[in-house]
């Protein structure tokens, strides 16, 4: 049976990875980008296409909780149903907690977090048994480095909700997990700003490891992970 995907951040990055990945394996999908990524996406849904697969760009804003409902109606009107939810869509804001402006951390906390809530709860009420729900996370999290406390805290609390729904969707035979991810293995936009170049030895050194963590994210919506709930796999954190 076919399955669908809804990929959120699709059009770039780790998210842009992931929706190829999975569209090259025959897996229908869904690939959401925010404004000014049109043209990104379309790149992506172009090459699943070329490669035989199938795929459908979107743009919405995950931070308004509008969005999701109607994410899930056009792939269900497209596709049929939505069969694994994978959140990558996340922006990111350094700077030191005193200088962190109220409206910067609430923009941080609608996307990041509020962005995952809106899907997950979605997903919650959608999807099917066998269902998969995959949320990225970062490793700057068990790093604590100075200047990310907005984007450290968004995915806290991402983590902590999805060890919570997994325990609420287990009855229902949808797995929830999480994959951290090492800034200096995924070269993507989102860490494109930052320090990491002080705080991970992997960063700067052209070592783009992203396949690596496809490869996890890609188990982890599979069959053959039907028994793994509630967990954050951190990804090469030996490194860190």
């Known amino acids: 049976m076919q399955r669908t995907a809804l990929i959120t ?52 804003n995950v931070a308004d909780s509008r969005s999701a409902p109607d994410l899930f109606d056009f792939a269900e009107s497209r596709f049929g149903s939505v069969d694994i939810l994978v959140n990558c869509a996340g922006i990111m804001h350094e ?42 996370s970062s490793s700057a999290l068990s790093q604590s480095a100075p200047g990310y406390s907005s984007y450290n805290a968004t995915k806290g609390a991402v983590e902590a909700i999805t060890r919570v729904l997994a325990n609420e969707l287990a009855p229902k035979g949808i797995t929830v997990n999480a994959v951290a991810v090492s800034p200096g293995e995924a070269e993507t936009e989102i860490y494109s700003h930052g320090r990491y170049d002080e705080i991970s030895p992997m960063a700067g050194q052209g070592n783009n490891r992203s396949a690596d963590i496809v490869g996890l994210v890609k188990f982890l919506a599979s069959e053959k992970a039907n028994w793994i709930h509630g967990q954050v796999l951190r990804a090469r954190e030996d490194l860190m």
């Open 9 to 60: 951040g699709g059009s770039g990055g780790i998210g842009a990875a992931i929706a190829r990945c999975f569209g090259y394996d025959g897996i229908r999908v869904l690939v959401h980008y925010r404004n000014g990524g049109e043209e990104a996406a379309a790149h992506v849904v172009a090459d699943i296409k070329a490669a035989g697969g199938d795929a459908f760009a979107v743009q919405a």
């Open 95 to 136: 700077a030191p907690l005193a200088e962190v402006s109220d409206e910067m951390f609430e923009m941080v906390l609608a996307v990041n977090l509020f962005g995952c809530f809106h899907t997950m709860r979605e997903a919650a009420r959608r999807m099917k048994t066998g269902g998969r729900i995959v949320n990225v």
